[in-house]
């Protein structure tokens, strides 16, 4: 459960500087491979990461699952055939239940697999032995058109926002910092966050931040906004004389100085 009003809020203020290239990725599409082969596994995750890609390895479903309910995941490169478990069953079963790009990789060559897995909701499909080149190429094209349909609000079932580094997971309820380190937020705390973000830059009053808040809970009520707002701060290391992320609009409110990216 998030912490109470009384506990004292975790802040990466004082962690230490972040190591540049942890910050750099921070903000990167995060990909998950599931192949059950190890080379193929440390293939792709050393050629992604050369090219600016998050990338988490992992060999069954059963992996695959327990990462996708903790963290954000961008794309899935997923494997049809998992040693006695079924690429094609995992790649319906992840489609009913989320929008998250899909890229089957196969061994096989029959075509009716290819069929069957684009059928399935898989997004592309490459035969082994494949050029990592050209799996990058195919992961960009589909980013781009998720972007693009992102933009355009075509897009359902919102599972975080990023900003200036940062993460949050509407799932866990937790905030990621740029070196990668996890905190718990308390309702009000997640509640006032998530329409901060919503607003997408967009200055809220604290009338509207109420309203807004109490979608998600009650803890928030009349002028405990700005503490609210204090304690967001602290847990984003934020300069409380100079603040970067939440900024105070003099007799309007509140918005976020940051760029702001919904994840799907």
């Known amino acids: 459960m998030p912490g109470t009003a009384s506990q004292e809020p975790m802040s990466f203020a004082n962690s230490g500087k ?8 921070a903000g990167h599409p995060h990909i998950l491979v599931v192949d059950d082969d190890p080379a193929i596994r440390e293939l792709l995750s050393a050629y992604l990461e050369r090219n600016d890609l998050r990338v988490t390895t992992v060999a069954n479903g059963a992996a695959m699952r327990a990462l996708l309910g903790k ?3 961008d794309l899935v490169v997923l494997d049809l055939k998992l040693g006695a478990e079924s690429g094609l069953d995992l790649a319906r079963r992840l489609r009913e ?13 029959d075509e ?3 069929v069957m897995a684009l059928e399935l909701g898989a997004d592309d499909y490459l035969n082994k032995p494949f050029s990592p080149r050209e799996l990058l190429a195919r992961m960009r094209a589909i ?4 972007r693009l349909d992102v933009r ?28 990668g380190q996890h905190a718990a937020l308390t309702n009000g705390e997640f509640s006032l966050l998530v329409a901060l973000l919503g607003a997408r830059g967009r200055i809220l009053s604290r009338a509207q931040l109420l309203e807004l808040s109490r979608l998600h809970g009650d803890e928030v009520y009349d002028r405990a906004v700005d503490v ?6 602290r847990k984003l290391g934020e300069d409380s004389t100079n603040p970067r992320c939440i900024l105070t609009i003099r007799g309007a409110g509140y918005r976020v100085g940051a760029s702001v990216e919904g994840v799907y």
């Open 143 to 146: 980013l781009r058109r998720r």
């Open 228 to 233: 609210l707002i204090m304690r967001l701060r």
């Open 71 to 73: 963290q954000v995941i």
């Open 112 to 114: 009716a697999d290819r």
């Open 152 to 179: 355009q609000q075509r897009m359902e079932g919102l599972r975080a926002y990023r900003f200036d580094g940062w993460e949050l997971n509407l799932n866990t309820r937790q905030i990621v910092s740029p070196k």
């Open 18 to 25: 972040a190591d540049a290239e942890t910050e750099a990725e």
């Open 97 to 109: 239940q989320s929008a998250i790009p899909i890229v089957m990789l196969s061994g096989q060559s």
